[in-house]
């Protein structure tokens, strides 16, 4: 049974340029959520995917946007990088739509760098 | 928005301790979730625990939920328990965000 994955592992990018993050669901899942965590903080719910839309978003600019494809598997877009974007971003699974309603599962996330 | 905070928001065990984490929350919440973050940033899922009490071998979990607060015991704690603690929640009143807590730093020495 795959686990939620995520790609790439490490990114380096610079001021002002765009990055697309991937994520898998885990097998059986058909809702993708996205968090940023910087560094000594707590995950900060980006937005959450289900039935390819947007359902749910936190605290976040329109520089960050996401895509879910037929498939259930997800990607984060980031425009206009800021030196503030670097972070780990983790994505979550569940079975369902809606917050906590249903169990979330984490990937192992990609750690951005912005320079 | 929500206030979720831990406690302590560091310790340190020798291992073979007992420890009690709290995760409390400043308003009503649907539900509540425990993870536990390995040093190479993984989360790992503990808990799904909106109301009552679970067990996982050497972990357990309460959650009180009309006193807005839940509970992480880790009992008889190893080395491989080291890494964070988080509680998150999605509070209630179809607002389904989730929010994280501050977290738990816990390092376990030999």
């Known amino acids: 049974d795959a686990g939620v994955t995520q790609s790439p592992t490490h990114l380096i990018k610079t001021r002002g340029q765009q990055v697309t993050l991937r994520c898998s669901p885990k097998s059986g899942h058909d809702t993708v959520s996205w968090y940023q965590q910087a560094l000594g903080q707590g995950p900060q719910f980006i937005f959450q995917y289900y039935e390819e839309e947007e359902r749910q978003r936190g605290n976040f600019p329109d520089r960050f946007s996401g895509h879910q494809f037929p498939n259930y598997s997800s990607e984060l877009n980031v425009n206009a990088l800021l030196l503030g974007d670097s972070a780990l971003y983790l994505c979550?699974?569940?079975?369902?739509?809606?917050?906590?309603?249903?169990?979330?599962?984490f990937g192992p996330g990609t750690r951005l760098t912005v320079t | 928005g929500i206030q979720v905070e831990q406690s302590p928001p560091d310790l340190i065990l020798q291992e073979g301790a007992n420890s009690t984490l709290r995760c409390n929350f400043s308003d009503s919440v649907n539900n509540l979730q425990w993870f536990h973050q390995n040093p190479w940033g993984q989360l790992i899922n503990l808990f799904y625990?909106?109301?009552g009490t679970k067990q996982n071998g050497r972990l357990s979990a309460t959650t009180v939920a009309t006193e807005r607060y839940s509970l992480l015991y880790i009992s008889s704690s190893q080395t491989t328990d080291s890494g964070v603690y988080f509680c998150a929640v999605e509070n209630s009143g179809g607002y389904q965000k989730v929010t994280f807590g501050t977290g738990t730093k816990l390092q376990v020495i030999p």
């Open positions: 979550a699974s569940s079975l369902g739509a809606g917050g906590l309603s249903y169990e979330q599962y």
């Open positions: 625990i909106p109301s």
